[in-house]
């Protein structure tokens, strides 16, 4: 894809980014760093596509260590950002839900 | 198997961007962040079938594989932790993460042709390698297997500098033109440069945050994770992959505002966080 485009691109994400975290209260700081953390795990897209093209067994090996660290990083970012959630509105509300989010 | 066209592709990465920005835009309200977490989780599966189903794979039963062990340690760890202790177990998601991508860009490296691609390689390398050693500090210092408080040595500050300027000079390896680099007897040094890059990029995150007091860890996790969005979007460069890209610029940006807002509600400066330690200020341990 040609530079110009990709920095097209670049510039929008960053403005995005910026405007949809403005204005967050300072409870949900950690989950919204939780989220955002899980987002990133997406460069899973790139270690499978670099594991898919290995042709050596060293590049194999990295590619899959690296498609290793990138699904921990996707699925558990997700799963504990939820969890987190949980436990967010059982602190508001009623205790029962903080007890029923350990199961 | 590529059964998706290219235009398809195109599309489903974009209705996967939109649902990290939903998801991100839903986690900044109690009323919705549950729902914005999910529909992030349901971008992301959007995006791994458009993978598999975009592009001619080779390994596909390794990788699936992988990508198994990969969910069946996750979700255990993910669902078994306590609640006081999940921040560092976010930073070590944030560690791997950072990791990953560093080795990405490492193995495109081969691949890179253009001046653009090469300076995305070299910054993924160093910037993810720095999120993946840093992360795993603030992992052990919330765990408490190391002590909490600032810890910084006699040349603390200089070691840091040195390898700045080493890591620069790999990332210059890298990004210079193959032909004028043989000129100056560099020749055939770009591999190794890029491994060099993960070496010093390791160390540099350890010591960056070891001057780090315990209480503010949280943040200097959220500057690691702004800087994993970085290199991920940097990676995205490399592979030509607009969904990295914008996915990785997203939580590259909002993890800055969110890092220096985190920062303010604490009452502390970000470079204080990193920088107060050398100069005899104290960091809040």
């Known amino acids: ?51 898919g093209s290995a042709d050596d067994p060293l590049t194999l090996v990295i590619a899959l260590i690296a498609v290793l660290m990138a699904t921990i990083n ?29 199961a | ?45 959007i995006a791994m079938v458009v993978v ?6 080779d390994n596909l039963a390794l990788i699936l594989g992988v990508i198994a062990v990969g969910t069946i340690i996750a979700v255990p760890a993910s669902r078994m932790v306590k609640m006081t202790q999940m921040p560092q177990l976010v930073a070590l998601f944030n560690g791997v993460g950072g990791g990953a991508a560093a080795l990405v860009a490492l193995l495109e490296l081969e691949h890179s042709v253009s001046f653009g691609a090469y300076l995305a390689v070299a910054f993924t390398v160093l910037v993810g390698s720095i999120a993946f050693s840093g992360s795993v500090i603030t992992f052990l210092k919330l765990q408490e297997l190391m002590p909490t408080r600032p810890i910084v040595f006699i040349g603390h500050a200089a070691v840091i500098v040195v ?41 540099l995150g350890v010591l960056l945050v070891l001057p780090v007091g315990g209480a503010d860890v949280p943040i200097v996790i959220s500057l690691l994770n702004a800087g994993t969005g970085l290199a991920v979007a940097a990676s995205g460069l490399v592979l030509n992959n607009t969904l990295l890209l914008v996915a990785g610029t997203l939580v590259g940006a909002s993890g800055s505002i969110l890092t ?11 470079t204080g966080i990193l920088f107060g330690a050398f100069r005899g200020a104290s960091s809040a341990g």
């Open chain 2, 1 to 45: 198997m590529a059964v998706l066209t290219p235009e398809w592709t195109a599309f489903l990465y974009l209705v996967a961007a939109v649902c990290f920005i939903l998801a991100l835009k839903g986690l900044g309200s109690p009323r919705t962040a549950r729902r914005g977490n999910l529909i992030g989780a349901l971008g992301a599966v």
């Open chain 1, 74 to 102: 996707l699925v558990g970012g997700f799963v504990v950002t939820d969890r987190m959630l949980e436990m967010f509105r059982g602190r508001g509300s009623a205790p029962a839900a903080r007890e029923g989010s350990d």
């Open chain 2, 163 to 203: 390898l700045a300027v080493v890591g620069l000079a790999a990332a210059a390896i890298i990004v210079l033109p193959e032909a004028w680099l043989a000129g100056v007897g560099l020749g055939g040094l770009k591999w190794s440069a890029a491994v060099a890059g993960l070496g010093v990029g390791s160390v």
């Open chain 2, 260 to 270: 220096r807002e985190m920062a303010k509600a604490m009452g502390r400066s970000v």
């Open chain 2, 52 to 57: 598999f189903l975009s592009t001619e794979l």
């Open chain 1, 1 to 51: 894809m040609e530079a110009i485009t990709l920095l097209t691109f670049f510039v929008l994400a960053v403005f995005i980014g910026f405007e949809v975290v403005s204005k967050v209260s300072s409870t949900l700081h950690t989950p919204l760093m939780s989220g955002a953390n899980a987002i990133h795990g997406i460069i899973l897209v790139g270690a499978v596509i670099v594991a």
